[in-house]
């Protein structure tokens, strides 16, 4: 198995607030996938970060995937209402894909 | 818009009736697979398919089958279905080698009693 795990499992925080979701795993992989997961529905790709170190940003979302390649995180600020929803990471191993089970974020008005 | 469809959302049976669950992108993508997510466990990979005609297991294919013979479409099988496959099923698509981002379906509903 190719584990992903993924803490906390759970946050809620009120609106403003800023977290940090992880993503890890004891094996080294060549990228990794972000995903949010809205009730109802199927995940939609947020990012995807390919080299040690890396950053990126998407509008108030930075993802940060480590220098060693075993770990990534998701940091929210300012979180709104908009933003809660279940947050999996995913990696490519072997031309299948392995999923965390997820954050599942509430952030309250 | 570019999309994958799956069908039926929601769907109750019972124990042993063969069913299919539909899925079709119109993309263009060479790659699709297809999920199922159950609580604690998060989405784990059935089936997946690098191209037409070419199908591989993932990580819980027991008890499905699916095929690929055109592109865009690629069905999931329940032979004889039993409770145990209860979940929520997802399919997907990729646009191939190198390329990791997958576009989901809505999702299939399967309750089996």
């Known amino acids: 198995t190719q584990l992903l795990e993924q803490s906390p499992q759970f946050l809620s925080i009120q609106e403003g607030e800023n977290l940090t979701v992880y993503c890890n795993s004891s094996?080294?992989?060549?990228?990794l996938q972000w995903y949010r997961q809205e009730p109802g529905e199927g995940p939609v790709l947020l990012v995807t970060?390919?080299?040690?170190?890396e950053v990126k940003k998407l509008k108030r979302l930075t993802f940060q995937f480590g220098d060693a390649r075993k770990d990534s995180s998701l940091h929210i600020t300012a979180a709104q209402p908009g933003d809660t929803g279940l947050y999996l990471c995913?990696?490519?191993?072997?031309?299948?894909?392995?999923f965390g089970t997820g954050t599942s974020l509430t952030v309250i008005p | 818009e570019a999309q994958v469809t799956q069908n039926p959302r929601y769907l109750i049976t019972v124990t042993g009736k063969k069913l299919t669950v539909t899925c079709s992108q119109n993309?263009?993508?060479?790659?699709m697979s297809w999920y199922r997510q159950d609580p604690g466990l998060g989405l784990r990979q059935i089936y997946y398919?690098?191209?037409?005609?070419?199908?591989d297991k993932g990580d819980v294919p027991e008890g499905y089958k699916v095929s690929r013979k055109e592109k865009r479409n690629f069905p999931l099988i329940l032979e004889s279905p039993s409770p145990n496959q209860t979940s929520l099923y997802f399919c997907?698509?990729?646009?191939?080698?190198?390329?990791?981002?997958?576009?989901f379906g809505p999702g299939t509903r399967l309750t089996v009693t």
């Open positions: 997907a698509s990729s646009p191939g080698t190198g390329k990791y981002e997958q576009y």
């Open positions: 094996s080294v992989f060549s990228s």
């Open positions: 970060v390919v080299t040690g170190g």
């Open positions: 995913a990696r490519e191993g072997g031309n299948q894909f392995y």
């Open positions: 993309m263009n993508h060479e790659y």
């Open positions: 398919s690098m191209n037409v005609e070419v199908t």
